[in-house]
């Protein structure tokens, strides 16, 4: 059973950088698409940023192009989500998400249900 462990959410002020880490144990297989979903107030779930755990490719939402990149560490099993330039309505429970089925394709970011594995969430709130 894949496990994902988040941390690295927090309160920062409008124009501010966070970054998320997420330790998931899923590097034994190359064949996995794994990133960062969020929950904003009232909204429904929406992909943010993923990656290909066997080639690296990344595909973001557009609202989050050129603020946020997404990486990952291999050999320490962690995905990140450096978080620049946030505004308010970055807030959100940031969730990490696996799949560890097949590898990412731009589908998968609007696909919530794609993702078998979810981590219990990390809160960002962003002051304006």
């Known amino acids: 059973q894949v496990q994902l462990v988040e941390s690295g959410g927090g309160s920062v002020q409008a124009g501010g950088s966070l970054r998320l880490s997420c330790a998931a144990a899923?590097?034994?297989?190359?064949?996995?698409?794994v990133g960062w979903f969020r929950r904003r107030p009232g909204k429904e779930r929406e992909g943010v940023a993923i990656i290909d755990a066997g080639d690296g490719t990344t595909f973001y939402r557009d609202s989050v192009k050129g603020r946020f990149t997404i990486s990952q560490d291999n050999a320490q099993n962690t995905v990140y989500l450096q978080m620049n330039s946030l505004a308010p309505e970055d807030t959100a429970m940031y969730y990490c998400v696996a799949d560890t089925r097949r590898s990412c394709t731009p589908t998968h970011l609007s696909l919530a249900v794609a993702f078998t594995t979810w981590g219990q969430g990390t809160q960002v709130t962003v002051s304006s």
């Open positions: 899923i590097y034994t297989s190359t064949e996995a698409c």
